[in-house]
């Protein structure tokens, strides 16, 4: 099957998911599909290997698992659904930290990440602010970040005694944060975030996507 050949407007599981053979990266939301961006930009990888490298070396805790996308991650949001196969959610976060390993299996992570990160990319930019905070929010993420790389800053979602996301004041270039489920680790921003080794042509172009 071609990605073309797929009904955008269609109902899918993860069964028909594990089926594709395309290049074409996909996330499935609810049953709907969702195309992917085709490579993140060489900045948008310069932030997430610098996070995901001080998370797994600042983490301290030996039962939590760190992991960078392309990895699965299958959320069995509706009651009904009985089968791994059935489920109708399948996301691929930029890093997502887990420490309760029976969710994790061959295939992936099989129920919701205790801390999830997902880094704004032009193609990406309102499904991760929207679909993607209400999807983990309802899954039973604990703690759900979204990174800016463009205007270098940070929105930081924890969830309440409700089960609700509750985000603090944006942090910025000069901030040092903390996870509220890891507060031992402490991640300065300013080095996050590279200094401009792109070409300004290159910078324009990614800022300009946005």
Known sequence: MNF??????GRYTYRDYLSWTFDQVV???????FKMSPAPSRYHQEVSTRLLTKIQY??????????????????????????AEEIET???PDISVICDRSKLDDRGCLGAPDWII???????????RKIK????EEAGVREY?????????LLIYSR???GRFVGERPFVEGDTVSPSIFPHLQIELAPIFPDVDMSEEELLEYQRQF
Not at 27 to 33: P, Q, Y
Not at 133 to 136: A, D, E, I, V
Not at 145 to 153: A, Q, R, S, Y
């Open 4 to 9: 073309e050949d797929i009904d955008l407007q």
């Open 27 to 33: 996330e499935l939301i609810r049953g709907k599909v």
């Open 58 to 83: 600042g983490l301290g805790s030996p039962g939590c698992k760190v992991y960078h996308a392309p990895f699965d991650v299958r959320l069995p949001l509706s009651p009904g659904c009985k089968e």
């Open 90 to 92: 399948v996301v691929q």
């Open 118 to 128: 997902e880094i704004l990319s032009p193609s990406t930019s309102d499904k991760d």
């Open 133 to 136: 905070f209400g999807l983990y």
């Open 145 to 153: 970040w979204i990174i800016d790389p463009v205007e270098k800053n």
């Open 160 to 162: 309440n005694e409700t």
